[in-house]
Nanobody, 124 residues
Framework: QVHPVESGGGLVQAGDSLRLSCVAS????????MGWFRQAPGKDREFVAA????????WYKDSVKGRFTISRDNAKNTVYLHMTTLRPGDTATYYC?????????????????WGQGTQVTVSS
């Protein structure tokens, strides 16, 4: 069973940038929609961004549009989340999801393959 592995989290100040990476060891990576979710303490896990298998289509949570960019490199089995202008409200554990389904105009919400998460903390 494949589980993605996230990296790149850390402690930053408001206004800073971070780039998260997620690697999935599967020969069929290029076939899957991929995405990022986050969970803050005491809150439910929420959708952040997704990218289609080809990379030609992306989806974003409204509050991160214009600040976060999702991208992928299928040759490296890697998906990225470039986060800019970070806010304290972005503080959460960020999870990568492999083989996203359940896509609508608003995003993609279903996956059976999750990483362990990487912590992002934004101080004010």
């Amino acid at each position: 069973q494949v589980h993605p592995v996230e990296s790149g989290g850390g402690l930053v100040q408001a206004g800073d940038s971070l780039r998260l990476s997620c690697v999935a060891s599967t020969l069929t990576f290029a076939q899957y929609h991929m995405g990022w979710f986050r969970q803050a303490p005491g809150k439910d896990r929420e959708f952040v961004a997704a990218i289609s298998s080809s990379g030609r289509r992306t989806w974003y949570k409204d509050s991160v549009k214009g600040r976060f960019t999702i991208s992928r490199d299928n040759a490296k089995n890697t998906v990225y989340l470039h986060m800019t202008t970070l806010r304290p409200g972005d503080t959460a554990t960020y999870y990568c999801a492999l083989d996203l389904t359940g896509c609508s105009d608003l995003g993609c919400y279903v996956s059976d393959y999750w990483g362990q998460g990487t912590q992002v903390t934004v101080s004010s």
